[in-house]
């Protein structure tokens, strides 16, 4: 696990460096290339499933041998100019690629400095490029929910889950992770053209996202009393309200940080004009100000840091 640790500390000093030649940016075009290859819509549901499912398990063994390709090179490398250190700078600069702490904390962090300078303009157009929900029109109250739910829902998907299948698969199940959580993004819409195509890949997202979104809840918990925040209602929030979520992962970050909070998340988002009522998580003991969103933050890096402590105690420790 140092090799998640260094890689944690690389994305936190360094961040997330945007451009095409990013792995999550190709692993992004081969997907839109297999679409492109698979995809008709004059299939019928039935093979459109099928196609769907015949991308997700080229997406999914390819992005594997990828990573499994690295290490072998690392280790070449280690063998053949006795550098030992190889296969962790490989490693922790590959995994700093599949996790998001600083991105999503530098998002939250400019919309909080946007909304502290009245800047409610700047502020919707930084909010609707990390969320699909429509936003020219949101009130400041509104801008920050979307804010708050977004840095609970991605600590799932944009830093535990990778870090989870790193400590239970190292590297090469990380990538394929960020692979499969990339094809959801890409494909797992429930319209037209994806309800069916990107049902195998929805699906796949929702599994493998299981178990580190109850992690995740329960570190939301223990970060949040050590940051002094309502830990009790956390725990008490998810329970009663993390089911309500339309998925069945993002409640359980979602509904965890509301009672940490005292805010109250959902409610009714647009989608090209159209409504979409979501249920309510939380009781609004308070209303929501920009403040909010840095302690979403400080709870994501919080329940990061745990991750990490901890897995390094069970699995580093004993290797």
Request: include cysteine; glycine fraction near 8%; charged fraction near 20%.
């Given at each position: ?9 690389t ?25 492109r290859?698979f ?29 499994s ?10 063998d ?7 296969e ?26 946007l ?13 609707g490029?990390i ?5 020219d ?5 509104e801008?920050?929910r ?12 944009g830093?535990?889950s ?12 990380a ?17 037209a ?12 997202d ?27 209602s ?8 993390a ?73 580093g420790?004993?290797?």
């Open positions: 696990m140092l090799a998640a640790i260094l890689a944690f500390f994305d936190t000093i360094i961040g997330d460096p945007l451009g095409r030649w990013h792995p999550v940016a190709l692993m992004g075009k081969f997907i839109g290339w297999l679409e290859l995809y008709s819509a004059a299939d019928s549901d039935r093979l459109k499933f099928i196609k769907g499912a015949l991308l997700v398990i080229i997406v999914l063994a390819v992005s594997y041998a990828a990573g390709g690295l290490l072998y090179l690392a280790y070449w490398v280690r053949a100019y006795d550098f030992r250190w190889s962790y700078a490989v490693t922790a600069v590959v995994l700093s690629f599949m996790i998001a702490p600083k991105s999503l904390a530098k998002a939250g962090q400019e919309i909080y400095a909304l502290a300078k009245d800047d409610l303009h700047k502020a919707r157009e930084k909010v490029l969320v699909g929900r429509d936003t029109k949101l009130p400041p109250g801008v920050i979307a804010t708050v739910e977004t840095v609970a829902e991605n600590t799932i998907d830093v535990i990778p870090l989870f299948f790193f400590a239970i698969g190292g590297l090469p199940l990538v394929m992770y960020r692979a499969a959580n990339t094809m959801d993004s890409m494909l797992g819409y429930r319209n053209k994806y309800l069916c195509f990107g049902r195998a890949a929805a699906r796949l929702d599994l493998l996202n299981y178990l580190p979104a109850r992690f995740t809840a329960l570190l939301f918990i223990m970060s949040a009393f050590l940051l002094k925040l309502d830990h009790q956390a725990l008490a929030i998810m329970r009663r309200d089911k309500k979520h339309p998925s069945p992962n993002g409640g359980y970050a979602e509904a965890t940080v509301a009672g940490a909070l005292g805010v109250r998340l959902g409610g009714v988002n647009y989608y090209f004009g159209e409504a979409s009522r979501r249920p309510y998580m939380g009781d609004p003991s308070e209303a929501l100000s920009p403040r909010h969103i840095l302690e979403a933050v400080q709870m994501m890096y919080t329940a990061t840091v745990l991750f990490l402590l901890f897995s390094y105690v069970i699995i420790f004993n290797q």
